[in-house]
């Protein structure tokens, strides 16, 4: 059977679950990356992924997320802008969009956001 820890081969290097020229699996890397605090693993990745698809709403939206850790607040918000460009569906990219126009004295604006968010999804 499978041995607990057994190495397949790096992550990226096309070997086991990762397709490196997949979206769908280069955003989820960088989603588990953000989630463990991996920001330069992360924006490696998504700088991938913007080069394979660069109208990717998710892949802008993970951008945002790096800029935003790393307190980048106008990169984050163009970032989560060209999210809502590319789909104007994604309740938090407004949400994170309106808390990026907080920090940076936008308070009307980041309201408006806010309230779209929320129409977006309720819960």
């Known amino acids: 059977g499978p041995q607990l820890g057994r190495q397949r081969g790096p992550i990226g290097s096309g070997q086991g679950v990762?397709?490196?020229n997949n979206i769908?699996?280069?955003?989820?890397?960088?989603?588990?990356?953000?989630a463990?605090?991996?920001r330069a693993a992360a924006a490696a990745t998504i700088s991938r992924a913007l080069a394979?698809?660069?109208?990717?709403a998710n892949v802008h939206f993970l951008q945002g997320e790096?800029?935003?850790e790393e307190n980048r607040?106008?990169?984050?918000?163009?970032?989560?802008?060209?999210?809502?460009?590319?789909d104007d569906t994604l309740h938090n990219a407004f949400y994170k969009l309106g808390l990026c126009l907080?920090?940076?004295g936008q308070r009307e604006a980041a309201l408006r956001l806010f309230r779209n968010a929320a129409a977006l999804d309720p819960t």
């Open 24 to 34: 769908a699996s280069l955003t989820a890397l960088a989603g588990v990356c953000l």
């Open 52 to 56: 394979l698809a660069p109208d990717d």
């Open 36 to 38: 463990v605090n991996e």
């Open 102 to 104: 907080m920090e940076l």
């Open 73 to 86: 607040f106008d990169l984050a918000a163009e970032s989560y802008r060209r999210a809502i460009e590319t």
């Open 66 to 68: 790096v800029w935003r």
């Open 18 to 20: 990762l397709n490196p």
